[in-house]
């Protein structure tokens, strides 16, 4: 999914990023939420938003066991000025 760009004055600065995830817990969909997002960690620095996505359960007896959930987890990556990347020399 391409990245969304923020709204500034001129050229901006961040962008958007997601990323979609998935988590599960036996104590609720909150919880399956806040484990999705502690697995993300490694690819998502700082979240800012969660978007969920679709949501499932597993059933043992009739009874719910287990909640799953597939999320989107926002984030801002920053971006250098044009004319900051490393040039190579000429040999």
């Known amino acids: 999914m391409p990245a969304k760009r923020v ?3 001129g050229t901006p600065t961040r962008v958007v990023r997601l990323h979609e995830a998935s ?3 036996r104590n609720g969909w909150k ?4 484990d999705a997002v ?5 690819e998502v620095p700082t979240p800012t938003a969660v978007e969920v996505v679709r949501q499932w359960a597993d059933l043992k007896g009739g ?8 999320v989107r987890i926002a984030w801002e990556q920053r971006l250098r000025p044009l ?5 190579r ?3």
């Not at 919880?31 to 806040?34: F, M, P, R």
């Not at 009874?63 to 597939?70: E, R």
């Not at 004319?83 to 040039?87: F, I, L, Q």
């Open 7 to 9: 709204a500034r004055s």
């Open 23 to 25: 988590g599960s817990s």
């Open 31 to 34: 919880s399956a939420v806040g």
């Open 38 to 42: 502690r697995r993300s960690k490694a």
């Open 63 to 70: 009874k719910i066991s287990l909640f799953h959930v597939t």
């Open 83 to 87: 004319g900051t990347a490393a040039t």
């Open 89 to 91: 020399k000429s040999a």
